[in-house]
């Protein structure tokens, strides 16, 4: 479909609805609770995007690095499924959304296991499931993975970001001890909780995560090398989780208005994919109260109906 509409013609609508929509920013707040977050410029805006057949459209600040956040939790939640296998990795944590913020502590007590491994609690529950050596091959391995997915040899962490959620990161030790208490997790807890504020603090730029979601979008093989780098059913449940919880306690709300599989992260990024077309990446980091770009939702709202993107 795409191939009909030609580049420069698909590169202006990008442009235009960055335009249309870059003023939302003012609405929005970064993410304070983690202090190294909040020195960034809340204007900056920027949206890539690749199709299935490796094509390259972007506009606005689309170079900018920010950190990955938890746009990282699908794609730790597909490296541990590779791991240790669907059954193991859903023994420990579930599939269903919950309607409470991101680091919510609530659900997770009187539970037998996380909601789902798009919350704080089930994703840091996927990142102790990650095989490795020692801690620094369980993160190179993190790394790598996220590196090939992004075809970006050059992702490397963000050494302020990771210090500063290690400072302030309470709630997510507080979430990790209580579930090796239920006994949901095992292990050292301080390196679990050290190996997901690094995962979080790798960074990213919008055609990164652009192309992340291309090979989810083209059911985890590659477009352009055309390797198969996820299990297709592996991807298929990941985007359908992305579908469900992705977009924190707004997923409904987005499934209505822009419906996509997508993950956000409180570092201003927007993961979308959509099946069969394309992987989109945007950026913009003051975000609404649930802690989505407010910006990145704004975009991906007109170009989905201008492009008629919904799955739905
Ligand atoms: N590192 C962040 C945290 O754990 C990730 C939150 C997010 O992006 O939703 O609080």
Redesign the pocket.
Known sequence: MEDARDKKELNQILKDTLKNNQDHYKKGEL?N??PALTKVDPKAVGISMVDTKGKFYATGEYKKRFTI???SKPLTLMLAIMDNGIDSVFDKVGVEPTGDP??SIIKLTGFAKPYNPMI?AG?IAVTSMIKGNDKEDKFSRIIGFFRKLAKNDGLELNQEVYFS?KET?D??RSLAYYMRDQEIITGNIEEIVDL??KQ??IEVNCTDIANMAAVLANQGVDPVTKERIIPRKIARIVRTLMTTCGM?DKSGNFAIEVGLAAK????GGIMAEVPERFGIGVYGPALDDK?NSIVGMKVLKELSQKLNLSIF
């Open positions: 993410a609770y983690i956040q938890s746009v991101f680091n704080n994703a959620e990161g709630r997510n997901y504020f979080c603090s924190y956000s992260g409180v570092g802690g």
